[in-house]
């Protein structure tokens, strides 16, 4: 297949790796020229994955038609604040019949569009050959080869098994899912739980706290999963639980490593340089806040974390509040039906 990556970050390049590993024409589209050049000449992505040896094969340029000729797949992964500028500046290059697959966890800041969304906003009538592409997988680990699990998420199993078999290899192995939305959601949500996981670690709590964050941050991306359409399945699934438990634990993960910081008392713009890539988690925040109201859906951890993200609030404090909220009742928000009769309330 010709298949062409926009965005040459951690997530773009390893993908890359992997898509010619499995034997695809494959062409890397980078913003900067100076990394085209690093790509071309050292077989290097030294900034966003060090250490790592460029198959001779991986095609790179810095002219997006080019990267787009005749492309059969195209995989978007920019930062979700940069997806729709880079969608709408490529659409009239992508070839009418190629699939519009993209590996990007987050939403759009201006309108809350989910990343399908923002591909179809531009490519109206595509549905059919939408994908996202997602799971626990760091980068790092991708382009080393080790083993890792993806789903590809599609509203037309074609396109989702023709996405399966592109990536399929002895040490990846992709399951197909028809919900997008639940899938998105998944990707998009577990990082703003890996801030707050990482918030605690910062604080000096133990593992109880963020088991707890884990498993209440789940709790709270589902009920806003289960109010936008998704199927509650797909969250217990890798695209959901999956994701969260690998951002919430890898040393690899930029959310979880900027939520430590953050919890050790450094200002937001002084962690954000450091880490020095996307960390979505942020973004994901204010979005998170938003749609929740839209909705009427409660997400008071994704609230709490925005408290401390935006309005200056103390992590000790925001975590005081979290536990003195008024008492909860764990299986009766998910299915009321799970309930005894003499627990019922009236
Ligand atoms: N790094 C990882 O392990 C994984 C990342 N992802 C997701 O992939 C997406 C991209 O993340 P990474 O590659 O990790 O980010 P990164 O920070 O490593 O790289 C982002 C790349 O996008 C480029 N970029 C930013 N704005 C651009 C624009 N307007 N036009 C063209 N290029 C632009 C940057 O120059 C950089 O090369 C994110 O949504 C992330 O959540 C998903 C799974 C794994
Ligand atoms: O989505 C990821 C792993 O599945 C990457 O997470 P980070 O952006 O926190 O590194």
Not at 266 to 276: H, Y
Not at 285 to 290: M, R
């Amino acid at each position: 297949m010709n298949i062409s990556v926009l965005g040459a970050g951690s997530w773009g390049t390893a993908l890359a790796m992997v898509l010619v590993g499995n034997g695809h024409r494959t062409t890397l589209w980078a913003r900067r020229a100076g990394l085209v050049d690093e790509i071309r000449t050292m077989g290097t992505n030294h900034h966003y994955l060090p250490g790592v040896r460029l198959p001779r094969e991986l095609s790179a340029t810095d002219d997006a038609a080019e990267a787009l000729s005749g492309a059969e797949m195209v995989v978007y992964v920019v930062p979700s604040a940069s997806m729709a500028e880079v969608v709408e500046a490529t659409s009239r290059w992508v070839p009418h019949e190629a699939l519009l697959v993209h590996a990007v966890k987050g939403f759009d800041p201006a309108t809350h569009r989910r990343m399908s969304q923002v591909i179809l906003a531009a490519h109206p009538g595509a549905a059919s050959r939408v994908c996202a592409l997602t799971g626990p997988s760091h980068a790092e680990e991708v382009a080393r080869g080790l083993p890792t699990t993806l789903v590809a998420a599609a509203y037309s199993r074609q396109t989702a098994e023709r996405v399966q078999d592109a990536l399929m290899n002895a040490t990846l192995r992709v399951y197909t899912n028809p919900d997008v939305v639940g899938a998105e959601l998944g990707g998009a949500l577990k990082n703003i739980i890996a801030l707050g996981v990482g918030i605690a670690d910062g604080l000096g709590y133990g593992d109880n706290a963020k088991a707890a964050l884990m498993t209440r941050g789940l709790a709270e991306i589902s009920r806003l999963g289960r109010a936008m359409g998704a199927s509650p399945l797909t969250f217990a699934g890798l695209s959901g639980v999956g994701d969260l438990i690998v951002t919430c634990t890898s040393r690899h993960s930029r959310n979880f490593r900027a939520g430590r910081l953050l919890g050790q008392g450094r200002p937001l713009p002084e962690v954000l340089n450091e880490i020095g890539m996307v960390v979505e988690g942020v973004t994901a925040t204010k979005a998170a806040v938003e749609i929740a109201a839209e909705h009427g859906v409660e997400m008071p951890i994704s609230r709490a974390i925005y408290q401390v993200l935006f309005e200056g609030k103390q992590a000790e404090e925001a975590v005081e509040d979290l536990m003195g909220r008024e008492r909860g009742r764990e299986l009766e928000e998910v299915a009321r039906d799970l309930i005894p009769p003499d627990w019922q309330r009236a």
